[in-house]
């Protein structure tokens, strides 16, 4: 019955070929075509400022299928192509080879791409982003002849490439407009431990300062931030965040604000047009208010809940956003989805590097990040999830279980 329906995906991305998959396995029969912009088939990217980057996994590591799966679930996959533009009320999206193609549903996983530095000198030999695997090919080669390395941006790009260049034995300094690093998501007293742990691995911190040029003769050769400071460096990485991929749906006439509206079963302003990954500003139900997520775990689960939305799945995407980090031996995880909290409560032992954070806003646990303890993020979610108020002590007191805790009913409404 499906036979004759064709669904084009745009982005051969996690959540493009993710949503492929399920197609598939959900029993659709009909033409599935996956076009990417990039020449390389679907692959993670978190490994590309970690273990790819060092050289200690290679692309096989970055895959999300093997290469025989496109074929073998007939998913026409176009690699090396873009959808220039796509017309909602007939239906058709147009390559950039000049073909136009009917759809009968269409999502986009277009993702996001890197924010750059309007300052002068951004475009010498040797100022790098990092986003694709071929950039991080690229600058895993550089790392492997650099001597010193100024990454700008404090977030967890520019954190995991310090990490992984001091590793490979390159002296780092790392500039941010932060007090310490990751300061816009954990706050001043989680970002401090992240500082601490990078200033014992040798990384410089010149931290709430700006970048005001970049200098040198064809190549960089040192970098001079806003405090009036010269950084002498031959590579430089910024990492100062992303911005969601919005051309094309905006071209098209969709809703577009800080990403491509969709409601909660991930469908655009556009009939038949659907949205997922870091491009799709979501309402979410649990949070009552949209959300853009840009991060690994939901590029991987809502790529699948756009392709059951697309056979007429009416399941809300609620998941609670979660992401993850590795720096030298800090394994992190986090969920939750916060910009405000009234405290930060420690499990653990926080000195000794294993402990679990959790952020409160009126007595109730809104984020949880456990570092170097492992098994409890899925009780971190069910807490939040919960909205119980904690009694404080309680949560601090690594003897109270937490599921108790999120079984507790909350105290008012
Ligand atoms: C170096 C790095 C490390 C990361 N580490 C972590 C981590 O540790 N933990 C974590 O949770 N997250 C991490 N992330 C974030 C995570 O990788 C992203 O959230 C995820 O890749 C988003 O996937 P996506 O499918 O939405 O889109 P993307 O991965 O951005 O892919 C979108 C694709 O669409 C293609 N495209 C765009 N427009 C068109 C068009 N018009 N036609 C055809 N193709 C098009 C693009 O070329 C791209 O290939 C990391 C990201 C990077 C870059």
């Known amino acids: 019955m499906t036979k004759d329906r064709t669904f084009v995906i745009v982005g051969a991305s996690l959540a493009g070929a993710k949503a492929a998959e399920t197609l598939r396995e959900e029993g659709f029969d009909g033409r599935i075509v996956l076009i990417g912009a990039e020449p390389v088939r679907p692959y993670e990217r978190p490994p590309l400022s970690k273990e790819y980057l060092r050289g200690e996994a290679g692309r096989d590591k970055v895959y999300v299928h093997e290469e025989g799966w496109y074929g073998d679930h007939e998913v026409d996959l176009r690699l090396g192509r873009s959808v ?67 990454v700008v941006g404090s977030g967890w790009i520019g954190a995991e490439v310090a990490a992984s260049a001091r590793e490979l034995g390159v002296d780092v300094t790392m500039v941010g407009h932060e007090a310490v690093p990751l300061e816009h998501v954990l706050g001043s007293r989680v970002g401090a431990i992240y500082r601490d742990l990078h200033a014992e691995h040798g990384v410089q911190l010149r931290m709430g300062t700006g970048v005001e040029a970049f200098e040198g ?179 601090a007191d690594p003897d109270t279980s937490l599921e108790s805790m999120a079984g507790a009913p909350s105290t008012d409404n």
């Open 84 to 150: 220039v533009t796509f017309d909602p009320d007939v239906r058709e999206v147009e390559l950039d080879d000049g073909e136009r193609m009917a759809y009968d549903r269409l999502l986009l996983t277009t993702g996001a791409r890197p924010n750059s530095i309007p300052v002068s000198g951004s475009d010498l030999d040797g100022v790098l982003a990092l986003r694709s695997v071929q950039d991080s090919d690229a600058l895993r080669e550089r790392l492997g002849s650099a001597s010193s390395l100024v």
């Open 217 to 395: 003769i064809g190549h960089v050769e040192r970098v001079r931030t806003s405090d009036g400071s010269e950084l002498a460096c031959d590579l430089v990485v910024v990492g100062v965040g992303v911005h969601p991929r919005t051309e094309l749906a905006a071209r098209a006439g969709l809703a577009v604000k800080n990403g491509v509206l969709v409601d909660a079963r991930l469908q655009t302003s556009a009939p038949g047009v659907f949205a997922a990954g870091d491009v799709a500003h979501a309402h979410h139900p649990f949070y009552g208010q949209r959300v853009r997520v840009e991060h690994w775990s939901n590029a991987l689960h809502q790529g699948p809940a756009a392709a059951r939305s697309m056979l007429g799945g009416q399941e809300p995407y609620d998941r609670i956003p979660y992401f993850f980090s590795d720096q030298y031996d800090v394994g992190m995880e986090y969920s939750g989805n916060v910009t405000d909290w009234d405290e930060v409560v420690f499990r653990g032992n926080r000195d000794g590097g294993e402990f679990v954070a959790f952020w409160l806003q009126d007595g109730r646990v809104v984020a949880g990040m456990n570092v170097n303890v492992w098994d409890v993020n899925e009780h971190v979610q069910d807490l939040i999830r919960s909205r119980a108020r904690v009694d404080t002590s309680e949560l």
